[in-house]
């Protein structure tokens, strides 16, 4: 998609006008007599990899090849220290509302937004211009694998293997690869990849899919990871509450980092104020959480949320031009590396944004 990824953006006194104005001509519902409702009890696995060894790569690495990381992709290593609370995260998929792709908590309807996600992973400047999708005409996975890793066809093709219904490489070579390879910059690459692979969009555990190196291989294109990891998230939350079931497959770490951000005062933990150097994932990391209570405690919680109980704006958040329709459309469709799902931040999150 070669158009600007946010030309489509309006500063926030428009936003707010527009706003009103559908929730007075369309109320809150999607179609005429339609109700929004929770299903039933869904029990979803949030089983992750072991990011153990790739912690111990990144904590022998020196501050040089730290740096090089950091200016390539952001912020992400961060999400190798985050702790996932399965009892926390268990809970709040049980109020996930998949007819608006929103959380409904109580009183309160919230979905994680572009922004945000974008904000707390600090995306470089050189992803940030263009939206994913998927070419006709793609490279074979080899090809790709040759581009990111630096090595011949025939080092790719005798690792590749099948996995379910998709191609992978299981991690384990990736991660000698790492440790062996002569380029530095190489090194950065794959170890990113993992995390994508690994932490980000979790599959098959234990392997990196070919869809996950479509992605990675379009990042120094200026296109930005931020919608397609938001798709993923939404359509794993949304399969499984279909289903009753499932294993969520998007990024719990970062899902969690949101949910903290927001819901600080019903944790009653302290909350930082924005400062200029001011890292929101490295902060997160390193804030003391509760993780004493159950699945039953934290759903009794959330069902009696309050709008006072929640910081509608996360405090990292600058006051910025937000990405709320598409043309003419309420909707804006975000592109996954599986599939689109639907996004209308501004239908359920007006306060989240600072327009009230």
Known sequence: MEKEFLDRVE???????????????????LTVGYESELWDFTRVSVTQNSLQELKEIWDSWGDDMKQLCYCS??????LLDIKV????????????????????????????TIEEYTALLRCPSTQAGKAYSRAVNVLTFVRKLMNITGMSEQWITARIKQKEDCKCIPWRYLRDLILAHSDIKKKVDVF???????????????????????????????????PVILAETFRSLSASRRVGEGRFIGCAQLLLSWFHSHFWKVEKVSCKVFSKNYYPLEELVTTPRRDDLSEEKWIAILQNLQAEDVEWRAPWMIRDEILYRCGEFDWVSLLGIRE?????????????????
């Open 11 to 29: 500063g926030n006194a428009a936003v707010r006008t527009w706003s009103e104005s559908i929730q007075r001509e369309k109320g809150d519902s």
């Open 73 to 78: 992709y952001g912020d992400l290593p961060h």
């Open 85 to 112: 609370d399965e009892h926390l995260f268990r809970a709040i998929t049980q109020f996930w509302n998949p007819a608006y792709s929103c959380f409904t908590f109580g009183k309160v309807d919230m979905p994680p």
């Open 192 to 226: 990113a990849l993992n995390i994508y692979g690994l932490v980000v969009f979790s599959k098959a555990l234990g392997y990196v899919e070919e869809a996950v190196s479509d992605l990675f291989d379009k990042l120094d294109k200026e296109v930005t990871p931020v």
């Open 340 to 356: 689109a799902v639907g996004y209308a931040p501004l239908l359920v999150a007006r306060h989240e944004m600072g327009l009230v």
